[in-house]
């Protein structure tokens, strides 16, 4: 059997290419190593961000991502917990920027919250400084861990996707990928492998000079409340690159590292979005390295909690789970290269893969590989 198309990788951004080729009718394997999905893209928030998302290629493959994922997932069984973000300021400064995030072509449709806007649509709050917020409608969130599991079967059962699951890919030439189970022919070749970046194409990849990020997640207990929309809060105005457009946002970094230089020294920002049993997605902390450890200092979960817990009233809840993810970061927040008209490498060294994945399939199988119009 010799496919159209050879997926590495069965993570989201695997999968998006399988999703967009065998739409277009094209004969597609995806092969991974897992038994079953196990790395970032099951670790993560499931939060499909748009606003915030980097000025240029992150934010148009975010809106496109965004549509794709609105399309497929009553197809695929997958829901929807909530839509849309509200980021919380807590300071003049804060307020500052998303004001003038408001006012930018990026921040079309999204709305500026005063604070008694906020506490009638988030009445568990706390008043502590709230300066404002800003709505976003674009957002929607799954729940990742259920949501890939389901995308893959969709693929698989009504798409016409095959899957090899337990494979690991060992070398690939034009034409045929190698595995540690004989060859596979393909036409065209898409490399997904995530934050592997030593096994397919190191020198290739290398260049981008990508390390390791690690992350720390929690689940908490539900709190007895509702999440109309996922919550972030002043320190997503450093982390998240769109609100960089703000002139205001350098003099914000510079007041939030005075004021709470504990914080960012874990690369820490506030992400809560809800799961459908009621309990808390709460994150997250940034730990960068060649080869980052697995250990989860509880130093590092403290201050995400008191974070967290100065932000939203969570005085019912408690952590009933802990987990940490690793993704690829480099400078870009993601890159497409094609080291052969037919074999492109798509990795996203950033944290917006789920955000991101069908604009960067699109790009790859349109625009590198050539096999989509
Ligand atoms: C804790 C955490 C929170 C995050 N939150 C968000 C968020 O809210 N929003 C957002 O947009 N993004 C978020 N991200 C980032 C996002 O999850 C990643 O960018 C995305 O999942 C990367 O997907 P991927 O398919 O490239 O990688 P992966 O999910 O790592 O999948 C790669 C797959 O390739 C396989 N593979 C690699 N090499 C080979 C080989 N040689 N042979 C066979 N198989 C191979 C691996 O087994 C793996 O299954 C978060 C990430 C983490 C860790």
């Known amino acids: 059997m010799r496919y159209d198309l050879a997926v590495i990788g069965a993570g989201i951004v695997g ?5 967009l080729a065998a739409r277009a009718g094209l004969k597609v ?8 999905a196990n790395g970032a893209s099951v670790r993560n928030f499931g939060f499909v961000t748009v606003t915030g998302q980097g000025q240029g290629d992150t934010w148009r493959r975010a809106r496109f991502s965004r549509d794709i994922w609105a399309e497929i997932v009553p197809q695929a069984g997958i829901d929807v917990l909530h839509k849309g973000l509200v980021m919380l300021t807590h300071s003049p400064g804060a307020r500052r920027v998303i004001e003038e995030f408001a ?11 005063e604070p008694e806007q906020v506490r009638a649509a988030l009445p568990f709050a706390h008043g502590n400084g709230l300066s404002g917020g800003l709505h976003s409608p674009h957002e929607l969130r799954v729940e990742s861990r259920t949501a890939i599991p389901k995308l893959a079967a969709w693929l698989e059962e009504t798409q016409g996707v095959s899957f090899r699951r337990g494979v690991a890919v060992t070398g690939i030439v034009p034409g045929r990928v190698e595995t540690a189970l004989g060859p596979i022919e393909a036409e065209a070749i898409a490399v997904c492998p995530g934050h592997d970046f030593r096994t397919l194409f190191p020198e290739v990849i290398a260049r981008h000079r990508p390390q390791e990020c690690k992350l720390h997640m929690l689940r908490l207990s539900d709190p007895g409340w509702r999440l109309p929309h996922a919550v972030m809060s002043d320190f997503g105005l450093l982390r998240y690159r769109g609100y960089h457009v703000c002139p205001s946002q350098p003099a914000l970094a510079a007041q939030l590292q005075q004021e709470a230089p504990e914080i960012l020294a874990d690369g820490i920002h506030l992400i809560v979005v809800q799961s459908a049993d009621g309990s808390l997605v709460v994150g997250d902390s940034h730990h960068y390295g060649a080869t980052v450890d697995d250990f989860a200092p509880e130093s590092v979960d403290r201050k995400i909690l008191d974070l967290a817990r100065s932000t939203l009233d969570l005085s019912r809840s408690e952590v009933v789970e802990r987990w940490v993810g690793v993704y690829g970061s480099a400078e870009q927040d993601a890159f497409i290269e094609t080291p ?28 590198y590989l050539g096999i989509l119009p």
């Open 15 to 19: 999968l998006a290419h399988a999703t």
């Open 103 to 113: 006012r930018h072509p990026m921040g079309e449709e999204c709305a500026l919250w």
């Open 340 to 367: 052969d008209p037919r074999i492109a490498i798509t990795c996203v060294t950033s944290g917006t893969g789920a955000s991101t994945a069908f604009g960067l399939a699109q790009d790859c199988l349109g625009h």
């Open 29 to 36: 394997v995806v092969i991974d190593r897992d038994m079953r």
